[in-house]
């Protein structure tokens, strides 16, 4: 018994990230996003038990995620952010399509925020920090707040170009 | 795969930046959404674009973890990241309730993972009914004369509560107060963010703040720096060049910020002080501010002119309502004395023994206060109506406020079902409008799209129904707008046996039948069809323009 919890905390561990990623492919507020892994990691925890161990977690484990995506839709309604159930289909299918190709994009990605300049990378990353706004994001790098949108807005497609390119160059 | 020019490259990246900012307009999104869905190119750069905002959060998270700015190195051991999730499972783990509960059969396949069926149930539904997700930040409790600068973009009408966002006031005057108790007025053109309960930014334009104690700390963030209040009150005034103006009328505050030079600047600002911060950052102190502040004050003089001005042009509507030949039955709830027990049909074409008689319901405040109401509770709460008209089409109007969908319907005008031609006009329990009408072969219901969903419960709604035989159409109407169509089945010509306002008898299941669980201030039944024009004035003019106790009814 204690083998099969500590069997799930280890592969939520190394799969996290990725549930996370797949859920915010579909929900873009990350805030939301994440109140919906917290729902679908307590369902994973209730379910785990038939889950059989050796097959595919990181699959399993996002089909919880996309019913929570849709039940929490209803919820949604209102936001101006959230995509029809159409849409949400078939984002969801490209997405595993290209999990490898993520994969390689994620590890880039550490590289390219080297590169940036340090007021560039604490601003970004004060950005995506837990509970933190833009506002945080412009006191972090001296800015003003209409300043803070249009360089996060840069610093993304730099990451972004960056990102690309050095995949890239890997496959040259 | 269609390649994408540098133009749309660039325009789909703005989309998802303003995406993942929580500000790209409706119309946008509607772009960006049958763009992902026509273009597969543009959906992968979506995928990827959102991808990237997933592992930047990784890697803040990281970093906070290791504590070092440098350290941005993937790391697979170092996973304290997503830490509230694994908090979560540690604690079902530690109590025992993975193991020791039921599991049901509940299999997932673990093949590809593509998406099955896509119409079918929850397989998780056991544990459904999270919380609704709202990061509400403060309430819009007071506007007069309110332009917004870009309508497309978001706009927020009296009473909504708000979530971080940004109001742009072309003209006008807005209160808004934040749920930790602070109070701003607004004063357009304005451009002000809302950013958490006790903050906000002040982009452009002026506003006045008044801070009881229990919001000390309330932060006003401008070009160049911070206002943090110490309990006061306060006018900001920042121009289109960047300089700002801070009055402080009584208390004080303290103004941090930074020169372009780098100097920090620190100031405390007393009761009868002024600074002026130029565009460079540097803080000056001046006599007097250049204009003066609308303060609360202000507003609630000017609100009560706009609501004695927006009172009289109902008045002159409801008049209208009346006198119009086709009304055939209108209550306008005003002008009745709180222990009356009849309800006057203003109806002046048909004659008074179409007065409705009260059962039970209670006198209340409607839309406004000083207008008249019926609430409907207690399972027999109802007014007896005596209504023999017989209608080839009709419209149907009423503004209401249910307070909770708890039971299967929610009735606003039912007769007796049995008589061919009978009408029962409802919510149903999941917050659609239902015209149910009784023809030849049984009852027919017309069920418009959900109208009414948990934010629209306790606040006053517009709704209205067509009955129209000659287009064989039902049309319902939500605060003035159209808002679902059905196609009419079998025309009868319609009728109203034993009718109740705000009550159903024949309801399954509801020994006794049952009542509103909420108020009515208006209603009227008019011959022949309304189009959108006129059901619209009706709410135009008839929308509630105060908010009595908007935070006291919100906060949880």
Redesign the interface.
């Given at each position: 018994?204690q083998d099969?919890?500590s069997e799930?905390?280890q592969l939520?561990?190394?799969y996290?990230?990725r549930i996370?990623?797949y859920i915010?492919?579909l929900v873009?507020?990350?805030?939301?996003a994440?109140?919906i892994?917290?729902?679908?990691?307590?369902?994973?925890?209730?379910?785990?038990?038939?889950?059989?161990t050796g097959?595919?977690?990181?699959?399993?484990a996002?089909?919880?995620a996309?019913?929570?995506v849709?039940?929490?839709r209803k919820?949604?309604?209102?936001s101006?952010?959230v995509?029809?159930?159409?849409?949400l289909?078939?984002?969801?299918?490209?997405?595993?399509e290209?999990e490898e190709?993520?994969d390689t994009?994620?590890?880039a990605?550490?590289r390219c925020?080297?590169k940036l300049n340090?007021r560039d990378?604490?601003m970004?990353?004060?950005?995506?920090?837990?509970g933190k706004?833009?506002?945080a994001a412009?006191q972090a790098s001296?800015r003003?707040?209409?300043g803070a949108?249009k360089a996060?807005?840069r610093i993304?497609?730099t990451?972004?170009d960056c990102?690309?390119f050095e995949i890239s160059t890997e496959r040259a | 795969m269609t390649s994408l020019s540098d133009k749309e490259i660039l325009e789909l990246?703005?989309l998802l930046?303003a995406?993942?900012?929580?500000n790209?307009?409706?119309h946008k999104?509607v772009r960006l959404?049958n763009w992902?869905?026509d273009n597969?190119e543009v959906?992968?750069y979506?995928?990827?674009?959102?991808?990237?905002?997933?592992?930047?959060?990784?890697?803040?998270?990281e970093?906070?973890s290791d504590d070092t700015?440098d350290t941005?190195?993937?790391s697979?051991a170092n996973?304290v990241?997503?830490w509230?999730?694994?908090f979560?499972?540690?604690a079902?783990?530690v109590f025992g309730?993975?193991?020791n509960?039921e599991?049901q059969n509940?299999?997932?396949?673990?093949?590809?993972?593509?998406?099955v069926n896509?119409k079918g149930d929850?397989?998780?539904?056991?544990?459904?009914r999270?919380p609704?997700?709202v990061?509400t930040v403060a309430v819009l409790t007071k506007s007069v004369g309110v332009r917004w600068e870009d309508p497309t973009q978001?706009r927020a009408d009296l009473g909504d509560t708000l979530e971080?966002s940004t109001l742009k006031l072309a003209n006008g005057l807005a209160q808004v107060e934040f749920l930790q108790g602070a109070t701003v007025v607004l004063e357009g053109p304005v451009e002000f963010?809302l950013?958490?309960p006790n903050?906000g930014?002040l982009?452009r334009g002026k506003l006045r703040a008044i801070v009881p104690q229990v919001a000390t700390g309330f932060t006003v963030?401008v070009?160049?720096g911070r206002v943090i209040d110490l309990g006061t009150d306060f006018g900001l005034h920042v121009h289109a060049g960047g300089s700002t103006e801070l009055f402080v009328y009584q208390g004080n505050v303290i103004y941090e910020g930074?020169t372009d030079s780098g100097e920090n600047i620190t100031r405390e600002v007393s009761g009868g002080e002024s600074i002026f911060i130029d565009p460079y950052g540097n803080a000056n102190w001046v006599e007097m501010p250049s204009e003066p502040f609308i303060s609360a004050a202000d507003l609630a003089f000017r609100s009560m002119e706009e609501s004695q001005r927006r009172h009289s042009a109902w008045v002159d509507l409801s008049n209208d309502i009346s006198s119009d030949p086709k009304t055939v039955l209108y209550f306008s709830f005003d002008n009745h004395s709180p222990w009356s027990r009849i309800l006057r049909n203003e109806s002046v074409s048909n004659s008074s023994v179409q007065n409705g008689a009260i059962v039970g319901c209670n006198w209340s405040e409607g839309r406004w206060s000083g207008k008249g109401a019926l609430s409907f509770k207690r399972k027999n709460d109802r007014v007896r109506l005596q209504l023999p008209s017989h209608l080839k089409s009709a419209t149907f109007s009423a503004w209401l406020k249910i307070d909770s969908l708890d039971q299967s319907i929610s009735p606003i005008i039912c007769s007796e079902p049995k008589s061919l031609g009978s009408v029962c006009w409802s919510v149903n329990g999941d917050g659609k409008i239902v015209l149910r009408t009784r023809n030849s072969g049984g009852n027919t219901f017309y069920e418009s799209a959900v109208a009414f969903?948990s934010?629209k419960l306790g606040r006053w709604a517009h709704v209205a129904t067509t009955y129209n035989a000659d287009a064989k159409m039902i049309t319902h109407y939500v605060n003035g707008r159209s808002f679902s169509r059905e196609k009419l089945i079998d025309p009868v010509i319609l009728t109203f046996p034993k009718a109740m306002l705000g009550h159903s008898s024949s309801t399954k299941g509801a020994n006794g039948g049952v009542a509103l669980n909420g108020s009515i201030d208006e209603f009227g039944v008019f011959e022949g069809v309304y189009d959108e024009d006129q059901i619209r004035r009706i709410y135009e003019v008839g929308r509630p323009f105060e908010v009595p106790n908007a935070l006291g009814t919100r906060i949880p």
């Amino acid at each position: 018994m204690q083998d099969r919890s500590s069997e799930l905390v280890q592969l939520m561990m190394k799969y996290q990230r990725r549930i996370f990623a797949y859920i915010h492919t579909l929900v873009p507020s990350r805030s939301d996003a994440e109140d919906i892994l917290q729902e679908a990691s307590l369902t994973i925890c209730e379910k785990f038990s038939g889950f059989e161990t050796g097959t595919n977690f990181y699959s399993w484990a996002c089909q919880i995620a996309y019913w929570k995506v849709r039940a929490a839709r209803k919820k949604f309604a209102t936001s101006k952010v959230v995509f029809n159930q159409e849409v949400l289909d078939v984002i969801s299918e490209t997405r595993f399509e290209l999990e490898e190709e993520l994969d390689t994009r994620h590890g880039a990605l550490s590289r390219c925020l080297k590169k940036l300049n340090d007021r560039d990378r604490r601003m970004v990353l004060t950005r995506y920090e837990s509970g933190k706004n833009v506002t945080a994001a412009a006191q972090a790098s001296g800015r003003t707040i209409q300043g803070a949108y249009k360089a996060l807005n840069r610093i993304r497609k730099t990451l972004f170009d960056c990102v690309s390119f050095e995949i890239s160059t890997e496959r040259a | 795969m269609t390649s994408l020019s540098d133009k749309e490259i660039l325009e789909l990246h703005d989309l998802l930046d303003a995406l993942v900012e929580n500000n790209l307009p409706k119309h946008k999104l509607v772009r960006l959404e049958n763009w992902i869905s026509d273009n597969e190119e543009v959906r992968q750069y979506y995928i990827e674009f959102m991808d990237m905002s997933s592992s930047l959060r990784h890697y803040a998270e990281e970093l906070i973890s290791d504590d070092t700015e440098d350290t941005v190195e993937e790391s697979p051991a170092n996973i304290v990241s997503f830490w509230k999730p694994l908090f979560a499972i540690a604690a079902l783990v530690v109590f025992g309730i993975f193991f020791n509960q039921e599991i049901q059969n509940f299999s997932f396949s673990t093949d590809a993972p593509k998406l099955v069926n896509s119409k079918g149930d929850d397989p998780a539904a056991p544990l459904e009914r999270a919380p609704v997700i709202v990061d509400t930040v403060a309430v819009l409790t007071k506007s007069v004369g309110v332009r917004w600068e870009d309508p497309t973009q978001f706009r927020a009408d009296l009473g909504d509560t708000l979530e971080p966002s940004t109001l742009k006031l072309a003209n006008g005057l807005a209160q808004v107060e934040f749920l930790q108790g602070a109070t701003v007025v607004l004063e357009g053109p304005v451009e002000f963010s809302l950013e958490n309960p006790n903050e906000g930014s002040l982009a452009r334009g002026k506003l006045r703040a008044i801070v009881p104690q229990v919001a000390t700390g309330f932060t006003v963030v401008v070009p160049k720096g911070r206002v943090i209040d110490l309990g006061t009150d306060f006018g900001l005034h920042v121009h289109a060049g960047g300089s700002t103006e801070l009055f402080v009328y009584q208390g004080n505050v303290i103004y941090e910020g930074q020169t372009d030079s780098g100097e920090n600047i620190t100031r405390e600002v007393s009761g009868g002080e002024s600074i002026f911060i130029d565009p460079y950052g540097n803080a000056n102190w001046v006599e007097m501010p250049s204009e003066p502040f609308i303060s609360a004050a202000d507003l609630a003089f000017r609100s009560m002119e706009e609501s004695q001005r927006r009172h009289s042009a109902w008045v002159d509507l409801s008049n209208d309502i009346s006198s119009d030949p086709k009304t055939v039955l209108y209550f306008s709830f005003d002008n009745h004395s709180p222990w009356s027990r009849i309800l006057r049909n203003e109806s002046v074409s048909n004659s008074s023994v179409q007065n409705g008689a009260i059962v039970g319901c209670n006198w209340s405040e409607g839309r406004w206060s000083g207008k008249g109401a019926l609430s409907f509770k207690r399972k027999n709460d109802r007014v007896r109506l005596q209504l023999p008209s017989h209608l080839k089409s009709a419209t149907f109007s009423a503004w209401l406020k249910i307070d909770s969908l708890d039971q299967s319907i929610s009735p606003i005008i039912c007769s007796e079902p049995k008589s061919l031609g009978s009408v029962c006009w409802s919510v149903n329990g999941d917050g659609k409008i239902v015209l149910r009408t009784r023809n030849s072969g049984g009852n027919t219901f017309y069920e418009s799209a959900v109208a009414f969903r948990s934010d629209k419960l306790g606040r006053w709604a517009h709704v209205a129904t067509t009955y129209n035989a000659d287009a064989k159409m039902i049309t319902h109407y939500v605060n003035g707008r159209s808002f679902s169509r059905e196609k009419l089945i079998d025309p009868v010509i319609l009728t109203f046996p034993k009718a109740m306002l705000g009550h159903s008898s024949s309801t399954k299941g509801a020994n006794g039948g049952v009542a509103l669980n909420g108020s009515i201030d208006e209603f009227g039944v008019f011959e022949g069809v309304y189009d959108e024009d006129q059901i619209r004035r009706i709410y135009e003019v008839g929308r509630p323009f105060e908010v009595p106790n908007a935070l006291g009814t919100r906060i949880p």
